[in-house]
């Protein structure tokens, strides 16, 4: 009698939030399970078709040899003179640091491009002319104005991922709602309040989505910086494995590359569900 009274009982608030966030957790758990089956399967297939000669191993090194190259470059430099760690430190210092002064100046450029007209005018013809340059077309006079170093690949990867931050920050806040800026106006809020309560707010679901797109414009911009001009980082240690013929080394570049990309996406999506907590109730 006590089972089926409680069992017939319904849930409070508070039992019933914890059954969805219990519910929240197994999927995500199911879901991680899934990407885990999805890689290691890609790479037993990898295996396979290396062993059964599908895949020619003087072109396509296994997986067992791209790690086991990765144990040995963590403490050999050679071929290319560094040790691996020596080549993700240079290669992140570099796209953090253009990356991060794209954020910091592009999206308030985009945003206030967005948001007052006069501005707008001012500063879109300067970059709608900026805009359709290649980035790797910077490399040359980059070199010849600042040299080889942190400061010229900084520059070449700031300008690379600069253009989606302002592109996507203008138009997230030019999809803000008219109704709540005509409601806040007519409450006899300024102009600049509106801007900082409604619009801000409204754009950062497209900021966030230009900032991804930004981070993957920036590691292939400093990919082929480092590829042109450059003593150390991980498009230096793949251009020395062309230099080479190491297959092995172009391709553990090419890996540590996108391991590098999924942290970064990692942390980005987190500070997304941060800053748009909403979303994600």
Known sequence: MQNASSAGRKLTNEERVEVVKRQKKRN?????????IGILGFLLLWQAAVLAGVLPSRYV??????????????????????????????????????FLLAIVIGIPLGLFMGWFRGFDKFMRPIFE?????????????????MGIGLQAKAFIVFFSA???????????IKQSSPVLINV?????????????KIGIPSAMTMTFAGIRVAL??????????????????????ILMGRS?????????GIVVIGVLGVIISAIINRLERIFLGWRYV
Not at 130 to 141: E, F, K, N, Y
Not at 162 to 172: L, Q
Not at 216 to 230: I, P, Q, R, S, Y
């Open 216 to 237: 993957g414009n920036a590691w292939a911009t400093l990919v082929a910086a480092e590829m042109l001009a450059a003593s150390s980082g991980l498009g230096y240690m």
């Open 184 to 196: 806040a106006k007519t409450c006899g809020a300024s102009n600049f309040t509106v801007f900082r």
């Open 162 to 172: 600069f253009v989606p931050c302002v592109i996507n920050a203008y138009t997230g």
């Open 244 to 252: 080479y013929a190491r297959v092995d080394l172009i391709i553990l």
């Open 28 to 36: 995500s758990f199911q879901l991680a399970m899934l990407s885990v």
């Open 129 to 145: 002319i900026l805009r359709p340059i290649p980035p790797v077309s910077w490399i040359p006079l980059t070199i010849i104005w």
């Open 61 to 98: 090194p296994a997986p067992t040899e791209v790690i086991a190259l990765f144990a040995t470059k963590l403490v050999d430099p050679n071929p290319d003179g560094a040790v691996l760690g020596v080549h993700i430190m240079a290669s992140l210092q570099v796209a953090l640091t253009g």
